[in-house]
């Protein structure tokens, strides 16, 4: 292997190591009972996209699960795959076809469909390339599709038991209608998003009080005029009332009980309308009356069932007008909106229209408002399914991540509405449904009326004419009629992804795959789709294979920008993961998302916060490079040492006090990490994993190791031991979150320091496949952490000090330790050349202390020069250690008495300000609580600067 570069350049690695890793099926899981499955299902990305940061983040979290599985000893398994995305990949190749001049009708279906299949070949799989370059380490071999032939087969499978348990069923029901996808919509699949409208009061003329109807059914222009006997509804939709057939009243309503029993008449149509009441109706709502249209609202629906009421559709699948009086037919529903309050207001129909803010639903594909409607569509009745989904969770069979997620998960369940599964597009499944001609011949079987009266109906049991089958049958098996003709509806596209955990394992076929890795072990998902996707997934399970598909859930947060705004074309504040990738590298984009958020929380991001990772990097970049340089020809073997002693002792107290610090350290960090993971708390795992790293790694031990190199051989070597020990360990901790950089580092590390002696027969070659460290309570050493932590005390409160009082960094000042303790004592004793070196020290001497010295982390000036004490001297305490390290000659004490008291001043001022804000009670009452809670943390921050350097400045004042 060539030597490791002076810089760490990712574009030189990613791509060819993630080739490697391919090209080795590292990427592999096999079945059998040699190791324990642990497996994982990629939530299918539509083959119409491409990579954002919401998949960078999902995708991130499931390949630190999976790397660190597969380390452990897991035959770990994540299955990518595909989703057809019916509706979205649909809108996509009609627009293609749009800029051509054609519609999907001018090809027909089949050849449309092959047009799509050529669309998803030439584009499909670009979302797969671009995890790739985020170094998802999928079982690429096991790539699905949600309509390759396998999943296919499991669509129709469970499809067909389902209506065999009598689960799926066909009847009219009020649905979402997309008028410019024109197909319906599930409920998830049409999110309400509050939308200022008007809400229209409209005069409904009283029978028999000179109304001038003509009849029930009648239709006469807009040209009657009420008399001063009517009933006034509000509507937010004036449009829908050409379909009315009834007006419903509160039964307890005193206006309107006189009323009940009565009609009145539908202004412009002139239709007879009973006044109904009933319990479901808002008195608070508008006039408290309102108008019933059955066939275009879900509430009117169920009144229209209740009351045995007529049930009119007026309008087509495109929203037009139809069943109308005819100045309106053909009129898209907002021009006909507008129309039709001209004409009340003619007619002396309209009463106020006042500003309205409601949720209206709109289409989750292609934002158009969706259209209650009437329609035959086919459903799954979801109750049955929910019962065992429940209980999983409820008995805690399946967990959510954070579990505040379990109750929101269980509030829809326990909610649950029957699943409308029939869409009216031609990309996906088609329902295996037929029809036979003859049969449904009168009966209205398979029609689907464009502005027709449709009747409702409840779930409709298994009827003649009707044939549920795998394939085509060659005749009905009622009448023996060889005219069949398959339902033209497709399946939704969430009816094939509920299955994906078993599925892309072979179901309904009983394969090894099956047998070994499902149940597959956890879910890494986003909150959006916990309905559309998580329960269906749980339900199916149970209906399939009679167990959970996954035991945990770990339901990530959004992708914010740095001010908390979702990102979006529309807003501009987009950041490309894939450009991330270029300018920063993979490992930069993984680790930034992962330390940007707690668990399950959101994600705020700004594109310099991607520095840090790559700066990351180039740490572990260069300290590698160090430890190569001192280990190179030491005869060290890190590949035959792995997770074995650092040194042929097997008393680790033979070893120096920092060689015994970083290892202590080390087995902490490894149980830190290891319970993070544990609890999905990446962000934690990583912290952890920088914090020792860059501080106690780099900082610490890698200069404390410089200076032991110095003390002699056999040292050295020990040191070098500990150095690639600690490092190559450190590394494979690191790798679930930083692959590349990890795994050239530790090709490079372990190759070069085994050259002495051969490989361990059956060592890995890539880090990727070496064990997952595991913590040694035998080198957890907590006297040698608190010894080694008293040295970084007084060395960082010498540098700080020097620092603060403008002390030359030329300089070398004599020092002057202070402890109580005789065993503190002798390591610093022991230790002096470090303490030198470190703090940039000339002599040290160390003494014994006072009987009470002051309190740890003090600071304070002094005269006295008895009792170990030095004259003009800085004296700090640490830990019990009281340093002083005199001043004179060192430092211009008029000109840092002038500085410090600017500083003081300045300090004393902003301190007066803060404290100010905090007696404010409108701030502490008002104010958001992070906000107050900053304040508070400012406020002490400035505390303590100010008495160290009122501190610093009496010293001064003394000399």
């Known amino acids: ?536 997934m749980i339900m199916a399970g149970y209906f399939c294979m009679k167990r959970p598909p996954f035991t945990a859930v770990y339901i990530h947060g959004t992708v914010r920008d740095i001010t908390g705004k979702k990102m979006s074309k529309s807003l501009g504040n987009i950041i490309d993961p894939l450009d991330i990738i270029k300018q920063y590298g993979t490992d930069a984009l993984r680790y930034t998302l992962v330390t940007a958020t707690a668990i399950g929380q959101d994600v705020f991001l700004s594109e310099e916060r991607f520095a840090a990772g790559r700066n990351f990097a180039n740490k572990l970049w260069n300290a590698t490079r160090f430890v190569l340089s001192t280990a190179r020809g030491s005869g060290l073997g890190a590949r035959g040492s792995i997770d074995q002693p650092p040194v042929p002792s097997p008393q680790p107290r033979t070893l120096s006090v920092p060689d015994r610090w970083i290892l202590s350290r080390l087995q902490r960090t490894i149980e830190r990490v290891n319970g993070s993971l544990e609890k999905f708390l990446f962000n934690e795992a990583a912290t952890t994993l920088y914090d020792f790293l860059w501080h106690d790694f780099c900082d610490w031990y890698l200069e404390v190791s410089k200076i032991q190199a110095v003390a002699g051989r056999q040292s050295q070597v020990t040191s070098n031991r500990v150095l690639v020990q600690v490092l190559e360990t450190s590394l494979r901790l690191l790798h679930p979150t930083m692959p590349f950089v990890t795994e050239e580092l530790w090709q490079h590390l372990t190759r070069a320091t085994g050259d002495m002696r051969p490989a361990t027969k059956g060592a890995p070659s890539s880090i990727m496949v070496a064990p997952w460290p595991k913590a040694d309570k035998k080198l957890v050493d907590a006297e040698a952490e608190r010894l080694f932590e008293q040295l970084q005390g007084v060395v960082t409160a010498i540098r700080t000090t020097r620092a603060e009082l403008n002390v030359p960094l030329e300089s070398r000042p004599a020092v002057r330790l202070a402890a109580s303790q005789a065993a503190v004592r002798s390591f610093f004793e022991a230790h002096r050349p470090l303490l030198q070196a470190l703090a940039a020290l000339g002599t040290v001497d160390v003494g014994a202390a006072r009987e009470s010295p002051p309190r740890a982390g003090s600071r304070r000036a002094t005269k006295d020069s008895g009792a170990g004490k030095a004259k003009d001297a800085a004296a700090m305490v640490v830990d019990g250690v009281e340093v002083f390290m005199p001043l004179a000659g060192l430092i211009d004490a008029g000109k840092e008495r002038s500085r410090l008291q600017q500083r003081v001043d300045e300090l004393t001022k902003q301190l007066s300000g803060i404290e100010a804000r905090l007696k404010d009670a409108q701030f502490t009452a008002k104010a958001p609580k992070e906000v107050v809670d900053q304040t508070k943390e400012r406020h002490a921050q400035i505390q303590e600067t100010l008495k160290k350097f009122s501190d610093h400045l009496a010293l001064l004042q003394s000399m």
Not at 335 to 349: A, M, N, P, T, Y
């Open 1 to 536: 292997m060539t030597e490791l570069p002076p810089q760490y350049n990712p574009q030189d690695v990613e791509e060819s190591r993630y080739k490697w890793w391919d090209e080795q099926g590292l990427f592999h899981a096999d079945p059998g009972p040699k190791r324990t499955p642990y497996t994982i299902v990629i939530p299918p990305p539509n083959v119409t996209g491409i990579l954002h940061m919401g998949h960078a983040l999902n995708n991130t979290i499931q390949d630190i699960l999976i790397r660190w599985r597969r380390m452990q000893g897991f035959s770990a398994l994540w299955v990518p795959g595909t989703d057809h995305a019916g509706i979205a990949t649909q809108n996509v190749v009609e627009k293609a076809l749009a800029k051509e001049g054609k519609r999907r009708q001018d090809l027909g279906r089949d050849a449309f469909i092959r047009r799509v299949w050529q669309w998803k070949e030439q584009y499909g799989n670009t979302i797969l390339y671009q995890l790739k370059r985020l170094g998802s380490s999928c079982d690429w071999r096991r790539t699905r599709f949600t309509m390759d032939e396998g999943l296919s087969e499991a669509v129709t499978a469970v499809f067909l038991e389902l209506y065999r348990k009598g689960l799926i069923y066909r009847g009219s029901y009020i649905i979402n209608w997309c008028p410019r996808c024109q197909t319906a919509l599930a409920d998830e699949e049409a999110p309400r998003q509050q939308t200022q409208g008007k809400l229209y009061h409209i005069r409904y003329p009283l029978e028999g009080e000179g109304s001038g109807a003509k009849g029930e059914g009648a239709v006469s222009p807009p040209t009657l005029r009420p008399s001063p006997a009517f009933i006034e509804v509000a509507t937010t939709r004036p449009e829908t009332m050409l379909g009315d057939t009834a007006i419903a009243v509160h039964p307890k309503d005193k206006r309107y009980k006189a009323l009940i029993g009565s009609y009145a008449i539908l202004p412009i149509v002139n239709r007879r309308l009973p006044i109904i009441a009933d319990d479901a109706v808002d008195r608070e709502f508008g006039t408290g009356a309102v108008k019933v249209t059955p066939a275009h609202d879900p509430v009117d629906f169920q009144l229209g069932r209740k009351h045995k009421l007529e049930f009119i559709n007026v309008m087509t699948d495109d929203a037009r007008m139809a069943n109308v009086p005819e100045a309106y037919k053909g009129l898209d529903r907002y021009d006909c909106r507008s129309k039709l309050i001209v004409d009340l207001e003619q007619g002396g129909f309209l009463g106020a229209i006042d500003e309205h803010a409601h949720n209206v639903g709109h289409c989750y594909r292609c934002g158009t408002v969706v259209e209650p409607r009437l329609s035959p569509q086919w459903f799954v009745k979801m109750e049955p399914l929910a019962r065992p989904a429940i209980k999983a969770v409820k008995d805690g069979v399946i967990t959510f991540h954070p579990a505040r997620w379990t109750k929101v998960y269980l509030n829809w369940m326990e909610n649950i509405q029957d699943w409308c599964i029939s869409r009216q597009i031609w990309w996906g499944h088609r329902l295996p449904v037929y029809y036979c001609s003859k049969c449904a011949r009168g009966s209205g079987l398979g029609a689907r009326g464009k502005g027709s009266q449709l009747p409702a109906s409840s779930p409709q049991p298994p009827a003649e004419g009707i044939i549920v089958s795998k394939s085509k049958p060659t005749k009905c098996p009622t009448c023996g009629s060889t005219d069949l003709k398959q339902d033209e509806d497709v399946l939704d596209t969430w009816f094939s992804s509920w299955l994906w955990p078993f599925s892309t394992l072979g179901w309904p076929e009983k394969t090894k795959d099956l047998a070994c890795f499902y149940p597959t072990n956890t879910l890494v998902t986003a909150q959006e789709i916990i309905f559309f996707w998580v329960a269906r």
